[in-house]
């Protein structure tokens, strides 16, 4: 008896130190799962932290709209992209350095095709081959009306903002606004219209696509110079703009 009171109480030590290593392994493993939670919880506290340019929160690609014209605008196929830059290239070296009018250019390619048409569809009868399948090419009806209702959006807000800076409500505005036109009329003075107009196509269809490749050191440089502009805005805020009357009621009070 006392030889099986002692096998007992071996078998309860030994089970004892069992469930106190499990306690403490299930222990361990809740704090590991507390501390990937917290490390996740902060990880996700700096990611929302980051500094993006006009307070972007999406992908470049979902900010162009997604689809095909952003996958065309960031370079998704080379091929293709590389080809839409060669013909705008191929367009302002015809018209600006060759010196070629729009109209002249237009009717050349229509003599040619129309000319090349005709006499391949006239003697195919005579080679035994079939003539030219020309494509039927229409404007559908839902394109044109969502450019036309784009185009009418994009007018009416440009429209709206200019009323708006009229009336004197948006100083930044204003002053952003007659910013941007006076370095307009300084590239129009440089260049021609069909110039600038290629100038800022290209801008525009390069900056994002090295925007996207740069990202992280673009918008850590961007938020430096936000801090710089707030900093001298203030500035002039204080020194300049609010000395300015801002109407009668302020002068009677």
Same mark, same amino acid.
């Given at each position: 008896?006392?030889?099986?009171?002692?096998?007992?109480?071996?078998?309860?030590?030994?089970?004892?130190k069992f469930h106190g290593g499990d306690s403490s392994s299930s222990s361990d493993s809740d704090d590991e799962k507390?501390?990937?939670?917290? #490390?996740?919880?902060?990880?996700?506290?700096?990611?929302?932290? %980051?500094? &993006?340019? @006009?307070?972007?929160? $999406?992908?470049?690609?979902?900010?162009?709209?997604?689809?095909?014209?952003?996958?065309?605008?960031?370079?998704?196929?080379?091929?293709?992209?590389?080809?839409?830059?060669?013909?705008?290239?191929?367009?302002?070296?015809?018209?600006?350095?060759?010196?070629?009018?729009?109209?002249?250019?237009?009717?050349?390619?229509?003599?040619?095709?129309?000319?090349?048409?005709?006499?391949?569809?006239?003697?195919?009868?005579?080679?035994?081959?079939?003539?030219?399948?020309?494509?039927?090419?229409?404007?559908?009806?839902?394109? #044109?009306?969502?450019?036309?209702?784009?185009?009418?959006?994009? %007018?009416? &807000?440009? @429209?709206?903002?200019? $009323?708006?800076?009229?009336?004197?409500?948006?100083?930044?505005?204003?002053?952003?606004?007659?910013?941007?036109?006076?370095?307009?009329?300084?590239?129009?003075?440089?260049?021609?219209?069909?110039t600038l107009f290629y100038i800022v196509f290209v801008a525009l269809y390069t900056i994002p696509v090295l925007y996207?490749?740069?990202?992280?050191?673009?918008?850590?440089?961007?938020?430096?110079?936000?801090?710089?502009?707030?900093?001298?805005?203030?500035?002039?805020?204080?020194?300049?703009?609010?000395?300015?009357?801002?109407?009668?009621?302020?002068?009677?009070?």
């Amino acid at each position: 008896m006392a030889d099986h009171k002692e096998e007992q109480s071996v078998m309860d030590k030994i089970s004892e130190k069992f469930h106190g290593g499990d306690s403490s392994s299930s222990s361990d493993s809740d704090d590991e799962k507390k501390k990937g939670s917290s #490390s996740a919880s902060a990880t996700e506290a700096m990611k929302a932290k %980051i500094y &993006r340019l @006009f307070g972007r929160e $999406r992908p470049v690609h979902s900010v162009l709209g997604g689809g095909k014209p952003a996958d065309l605008v960031l370079w998704r196929n080379k091929k293709i992209s590389g080809g839409v830059l060669a013909g705008a290239t191929a367009i302002w070296l015809l018209f600006e350095v060759m010196e070629y009018h729009l109209l002249t250019l237009v009717c050349h390619c229509l003599i040619v095709s129309l000319a090349i048409l005709f006499l391949w569809s006239n003697a195919s009868s005579f080679i035994n081959k079939s003539p030219p399948n020309i494509p039927e090419v229409k404007i559908p009806e839902d394109v #044109s009306v969502n450019v036309a209702l784009t185009l009418r959006y994009e %007018i009416n &807000r440009g @429209f709206a903002t200019l $009323r708006e800076i009229g009336h004197g409500h948006d100083l930044k505005k204003f002053l952003i606004v007659i910013a941007g036109l006076w370095l307009f009329s300084v590239l129009g003075s440089c260049c021609n219209f069909l110039t600038l107009f290629y100038i800022v196509f290209v801008a525009l269809y390069t900056i994002p696509v090295l925007y996207e490749k740069y990202e992280d050191k673009v918008d850590a440089f961007g938020e430096k110079a936000m801090i710089e502009l707030k900093k001298y805005y203030a500035i002039f805020d204080e020194k300049c703009l609010s000395k300015i009357p801002k109407g009668l009621k302020d002068k009677k009070h």
